[in-house]
């Protein structure tokens, strides 16, 4: 049976307050803080596919910890471990385990008392980082190829820049979420709900400047945005600038160039790229954002589900 708005809710709730009273007496990690991200942690979850990401951010993890190195890489498979092993012993009815990828431990969590359905949960762990500009100013001495293991890091400010949209721009993401489930059935070939959510937030954007915000014209710029991806050059002033921080940062070389759509929680990821379901092979790249130009005629955010009858 498919898992209720109100059941989903009452999960996320329960693993959260699992881990913060049971994991440092398990694992000796004592969580700063759990974010809850993905589609429930952001608001625009759409009916029948609920999913969660649970981050726990911890002092007992540095930055330098995850480092690339011939010890510990890849960066965070002894701590991802360690979380399963933990999901195991303390819930081992409620949690089923799916895989542990190199960023995250993917599990179905069906809860500790009664009731119905279930949700997806990627747990992932990050270094506590007290600022984003601490962030910045340590991936700017790494090698292009060593940032991206960093995101998770980022994540809490993610999650905030989606979590603070209107929720009427919450409610175009998830029509925009349905017809491109819709589109690609298969999950594993999709592009990624964080893509979708900052194309329409920015679509959005484009339209309150021009005027309107009608599902008609948002749907209008948003298909201008995809069709023209070539050409595509976003980024959001929220967390950093052109022009840098203060005297210690810039936005890196390879995300000064077009096309680029900059992760408003992260100028070192270019979600152009890592948005899509492809790997970062250039060519790979652009075959996704062709595909999406191919499709995106079907888009209408005045329909329910988000795709022209």
Request: aromatic share 8%; net charge neutral; hydrophobic share 35%.
């Amino acid at each position: 049976m498919d898992v209720t708005q109100q059941r989903a809710r009452e999960l996320t709730d329960e693993l959260v307050q699992h881990i913060y009273e049971t994991l440092f007496g398990e694992t000796n990690i004592t969580p700063s803080e759990v974010v809850k991200g993905g589609s429930l942690g952001q608001g625009t979850a759409v009916d029948g596919e609920f999913d969660l990401d649970l981050i726990i951010i911890t002092r007992d993890i540095t930055l330098d910890q995850i480092m690339p190195d011939s010890k510990n890489d890849p960066s965070f498979k002894y701590w991802l471990e360690k979380l399963k092993k933990y999901l195991l012993k303390t819930l081992p009815s409620a949690c089923k385990i799916i895989d542990v990828t190199k960023n995250a431990v993917m599990f179905y969590y069906s809860g500790k008392t009664k009731g119905t359905g279930e949700i997806k949960v990627d747990m992932l762990i990050s270094p506590y980082v007290q600022n984003l500009w601490e962030l910045y100013n340590f991936l700017e001495h790494l090698k292009e190829e060593h940032q991206s293991r960093f995101s998770v890091c980022t994540s809490k400010w993610q999650v905030e820049f989606i979590s603070d949209q209107p929720n009427e721009v919450k409610d175009l993401i998830r029509k925009t979420k349905m017809w491109r489930n819709n589109i690609w059935k298969e999950p594993r070939t999709r592009p990624k709900s964080y893509l979708i959510s900052l194309l329409v937030i920015k679509a959005f954007e484009i339209a309150k400047e021009s005027g309107s915000t009608s599902a008609k014209d948002v749907t209008a710029k948003l298909q201008q945005i995809i069709g023209d991806h070539t050409r595509l050059n976003i980024l959001w002033s929220r967390n950093y600038t052109e022009g840098g921080i203060g005297i210690t940062f810039s936005i890196p070389p390879h995300c000064l160039r077009s096309p680029r759509l900059l992760d408003p929680a992260n100028p070192f990821n270019n979600v152009y790229s890592s948005g899509t379901s492809a790997s970062h092979h250039t060519s790979e790249v652009d075959s996704k954002w062709h595909e999406m130009a191919h499709h995106i005629a079907t888009l209408d955010l005045r329909e329910a589900n988000g795709t022209k009858v």
